[in-house]
T-cell receptor
Framework: DAGVIQSPRHEVTEMGQEVTLRCKPISGHDYLFWYRQTMMRGLELLIYFNNNVPIDDSGMPEDRFSAKMPNASFSTLKIQPSEPRDSAVYFC?????????????FGDGTRLSIL | QKEVEQNSGPLSVPEGAIASLNCTYSDRGSQSFFWYRQYSGKSPELIMFIYSNGDKEDGRFTAQLNKASQYVSLLIRDSQPSDSATYLCAVKVYGGATNKLIFGTGTLLAVQP
């Protein structure tokens, strides 16, 4: 089975530009999670969806960040306008509903650099 | 107090030794616990999960859970240089509409040949 697919793998852009990160979850998984990882703060949950509906966006840093999941196989995380402090690795993960032991499977991440 | 705490390390062990990685958590309602391994520049990958008190073994890995002490650990027997990575402890908060993992900041393990 294909894993979680993220694009692009790397993104370098200038401050103020709009950045869009994309994610395709594993087929059949009904939870999708967006994380940000930095050396200082570790792995932080930004937002997650269940059946395409946002459940908890309390980790989204500010209004410059937005996320959508228009269907079960696609999600985007958008930053507008971008700032240098947004530089990080952004991971998407997915999992199935259910019992206690359902793990999250991570994509390869997008390494974002804002100049 | 952080919700999930790990010693950042680095934890250095010689090849063939047992590496012991520890994690404490603050929410007594936590129900299941995961260990992820992350190589430098890569994504986290699941090693093990545990949700019952006691030990759970999988090959060279053993997860230990003590809910009364709010403590979970990972033992790696016969450590190999290829085990050198950051190990992330994650605690699952599950119930109602909530279904998310809270991650610790990870422990860097270095296995010396």
């Amino acid at each position: 089975d294909a894993g979680v697919i993220q694009s692009p793998r790397h993104e370098v852009t200038e401050m103020g530009q709009e950045v869009t990160l994309r994610c395709k979850p594993i087929s059949g998984h009904d939870y999708l999670f967006w994380y940000r990882q930095t050396m200082m703060r570790g792995l932080e949950l930004l937002i997650y969806f269940n059946n395409n509906v946002p459940i908890d966006d309390s980790g989204m840093p500010e209004d410059r960040f937005s996320a959508k999941m228009p269907n079960a196989s696609f999600s985007t995380l958008k930053i507008q306008p971008s700032e240098p402090r947004d530089s990080a690795v952004y991971f998407c993960a997915s999992s199935r509903t259910g019992v206690l032991n359902q793990p999250q499977h991570f994509g390869d991440g997008t390494r974002l650099s804002i100049l | 107090q952080k919700e999930v705490e790990q010693n950042s390390g680095p934890l250095s062990v010689p090849e063939g030794a047992i590496a012991s990685l520890n994690c404490t958590y603050s929410d007594r309602g936590s129900q299941s616990f995961f260990w992820y391994r992350q190589y430098s520049g890569k994504s986290p990958e699941l090693i093990m999960f545990i949700y019952s008190n006691g030990d759970k073994e999988d090959g060279r890995f053993t997860a230990q859970l003590n809910k009364a002490s709010q403590y979970v650990s990972l033992l790696i027997r016969d450590s190999q240089p290829s085990d050198s990575a950051t190990y992330l402890c994650a605690v699952k908060v599950y119930g109602g509409a909530t279904n998310k993992l809270i991650f610790g900041t990870g422990t860097l393990l270095a296995v010396q040949p």
